[in-house]
């Protein structure tokens, strides 16, 4: 099918700066339009001609477009207002999916939630957790260094 208008990307940051503060919540997998993704983490001048995308063309040339290969590098965050926004490594799947006119890919998804949104006792809740995973690491950090001062690490084998 011909394009008449290129779709207009922004960047991660402008996608998501409306809604700051905000968390982001694991959902998983599912199906996505490719039309619904609007951001990128990189700008497609960066990624349209780079190395990886040479190789995901050549790839999906030779193979065909296959989500359960693809799903692993396709981290999307799903705004409030329904549209997508790709992170981490993301970039080069969206943007191809978008140009190849694929219907719908898989993705792991995280949704973004607005803080203004979350109840008063659920940030209290989120902060208590968050300090109790900053006092586990340090513990398990502390531990660790002990455990190597004393030599009580197991010795690395040859392979």
Do not use: C
């Not at 190789?55 to 799903?71: C, T, Y």
């Not at 208590?128 to 950090?141: D, G, H, I, T, V």
């Amino acid at each position: 099918m011909l394009k008449i208008f290129k779709k207009r990307w922004i960047l991660f940051d402008q996608a998501v700066s409306p809604y700051k503060p905000y968390v982001t919540v694991d959902y998983g997998v599912t199906s996505v339009s490719p039309r619904d993704i609007i951001g990128l983490s990189h700008t497609p001048k960066e990624i349209k001609n780079d190395e990886k995308m040479i190789e995901l063309r050549k790839s999906v040339e030779a193979q065909g477009w296959d989500d359960d290969k693809l799903i692993a590098d396709l981290h999307l965050i799903r705004l409030p207002n329904g549209k997508y926004t790709a992170i981490g490594d993301g970039n080069h799947l969206s943007y191809l999916s978008d140009q190849l006119d694929i219907p719908k890919v898989n993705a792991f998804v995280s949704i973004l939630i607005p803080e203004e949104y979350i109840p008063e006792n659920i940030k209290a809740e989120m902060a208590e957790y968050s300090n109790k995973e900053y006092l586990f690491e340090k513990r398990a950090s502390t531990l660790l260094s002990l455990a190597k001062f004393l030599n009580l690490l197991p010795k690395k084998g040859k392979d």
